[in-house]
């Protein structure tokens, strides 16, 4: 690795406080493992003051509708949802599932059912055990699934149970007996994420396996075993918010962007992914202020934003901003321990839109593996962009790529992601890697690139280079001269990469 950026590294790890970034991710935690409107905005606004308490500009919140209506490119906004209090009991008392206790006991837009003054009260019947539900079987009665609730809520769509109750939780690294698996899909639509205007409105709760085994035994012994529930939610028209801010560079013409999703209840996923872009500008700012590291050339702008819709309505609706990014690391995931069997990924891809970003990204995580020893992994993977990074698509254009681990992570998607799955080392190796490419993609010149490219050549021959004459290893060969080639659009002249990219495919060569 080139010496500076060695050395650049050494002066970001030196500056990162933990205890404030810590501190950082609890605090979000505490909000979003709410997943409603209300708590989703109160997250996005604390993040907001520390910015504008860091000094940095244009710190905001850049809003979209969520009216369950508006469409921009091909997602279709959801609608707000809130949900202040839910319980479901046993008639004897006994607590199922009560949203103060585990939030992820309710289904994310889960419709209302009674009040807390008056619960609803009705038999409980096992779907599961039934070929062919009808209005009969299950109109004003809770209906019970070891399914994913959405499953049960599309058998029941003009039946009007009173509520699904699942206790599915399938298999995921960190489950326990007491962990209850969050639902964040809801709705009628192919795949069932975000719920929208015309979807079904319907109460759902969900259980942990010990609770379902203990209602699950009561409804074996007493077949007309009758459960008392409310669920005092909300859906409306509302709005969602991205909260945006920025470093200046010298030449505030182009961007770098770096972004994650909030809206999440997870701590790893993805409060972290937040709490890592927040921790990563702040650092930079107080280095650049220090004198530590000159100002970028190029503006860095981070982007909290909410999974996919959020990210498309930023882009779309500030165009004159997508035009200025130069490229993009979306950061989704970042606290989770790090193993050799559950490493985190720099996930590239699409090779339609590739950046010499990929190579830096990959070269950075190696330089920072040594550091870190056995204590952090990260490899590099391709990866058809269906996150935050799909802002790679031509419709938007800003060539990107993505850092976490996805399902692997511990706690995936359940209670059990809480503040103790994530290492402080994770958070540390993370924002090292984030900070470092960010601020060597901003300050990138001809002696920085000329460094880099032998062991870039290395990374795109392991990674991207194929072997054959057909149109797949003709694109390969076209990505990985672009990739290389890339490096004009960050002002480095040709006669610093261009021998390399030649390799590959000739200056205007047609991908296949």
């Known amino acids: 690795m080139h010496l500076a950026i060695e050395s650049l590294i050494e002066t970001i790890d030196a500056a990162y406080q933990p205890r404030r970034h810590w501190d950082l991710l609890v605090a979000l935690w505490e909000q979003e493992v709410w997943f409603d409107s209300p708590h989703q905005r109160a997250a996005a606004e604390l993040c907001t003051e520390l910015l504008r308490q860091a000094g940095l500009s244009d710190v905001r919140l850049a809003s979209y509708p969520c009216d369950g209506e508006t469409r921009l490119q091909d997602w279709m906004m959801h609608m707000a949802w809130d949900c202040p209090a839910a319980r479901l009991t046993l008639e004897d008392g006994t607590v199922l599932a009560d ?3 585990v939030p992820a006991s309710v289904v994310y837009w889960s419709g209302p059912l009674a009040s807390a003054g008056a619960p609803a009260v009705g038999e409980l019947v096992d779907g599961d055990a039934i070929d062919e539900i009808t209005a009969d079987d299950v109109r004003g009665k809770f209906v019970l699934t070891n399914k994913p609730p959405l499953e049960m809520k599309r058998r029941l769509l003009a039946f009007e149970p009173l509520a699904v109750v699942s206790d599915y939780i399938n298999e995921g690294r960190g489950y326990t007996d007491d962990t209850t698996k969050w639902c964040n899909t ?4 192919p795949g069932g994420w975000y719920f929208h205007a015309n979807d079904t409105v319907m109460p759902g709760f969900c259980l942990s396996p010990a609770t379902g085994r203990l209602l699950r035994a009561r409804l074996a012994a007493d077949p007309y075993l009758r459960l008392s529930g409310f669920c005092d939610a909300r859906l409306y028209p509302g709005e969602g918010q991205n909260v945006t801010a920025v470093l200046n560079g010298t030449d505030p013409s182009h961007e770098i962007w770096l972004y994650g999703h909030a809206c999440e209840q997870g701590a790893h996923d993805n409060t972290s992914g937040v709490s890592v872009l927040v921790e990563t500008l702040r650092t930079l700012k107080e280095l650049t202020d220090a004198g530590r590291l ?4 190029h503006s860095i702008r981070i982007i909290t934003t909410e999974e996919c819709i959020g990210m498309i309505a930023f882009a779309s609706l500030q165009d004159e ?8 690391f979306n950061v989704d995931g970042a606290g989770d321990l790090a193993t050799p069997d ?4 720099i996930h590239y891809g699409p090779l339609s839109n590739p950046t010499f970003g990929w190579a830096l990204a990959a070269l950075l995580a190696d330089a920072i593996k040594e550091r870190a020893g056995d204590d952090w992994f990260c490899g590099t993977k ?3 962009p269906t996150a935050d990074d799909m802002i790679a698509d031509p419709n938007c254009g800003v060539p990107s790529m993505w850092l976490g681990k996805g399902g692997t992570s511990l706690g995936y998607h359940s209670s059990s992601d809480t503040p103790d799955v994530c290492s402080p080392h994770s958070l540390r190796c993370n924002t090292l890697l984030i900070a470092a490419w960010a601020y060597t993609m901003a300050t990138m010149n001809d002696d920085t690139a000329q460094a880099l490219i032998e062991p870039a050549a290395k990374w795109i021959d392991a990674n991207i280079v194929q072997d054959g004459d057909d149109d797949a290893a003709l694109l390969r060969r076209w990505a990985a001269g672009r990739t290389l080639r890339d490096l004009a659009r960050f002002g480095v002249s ?3 990469f261009e021998e390399a990219a030649a390799k590959y495919a000739p200056v205007g060569a047609p991908p296949l």
Do not use: N, Q
């Open 99 to 101: 949203r103060a206790e």
């Open 186 to 189: 809801w709705s009628d639509g």
């Open 294 to 297: 000159p100002p970028p050339r």
């Open 321 to 328: 901003l997508r035009r200025k990014a130069l490229v993009g």
């Open 342 to 345: 559950s490493s985190f990924y």
């Open 382 to 384: 391709r990866f058809v």
């Open 494 to 496: 040709g006669s610093v």
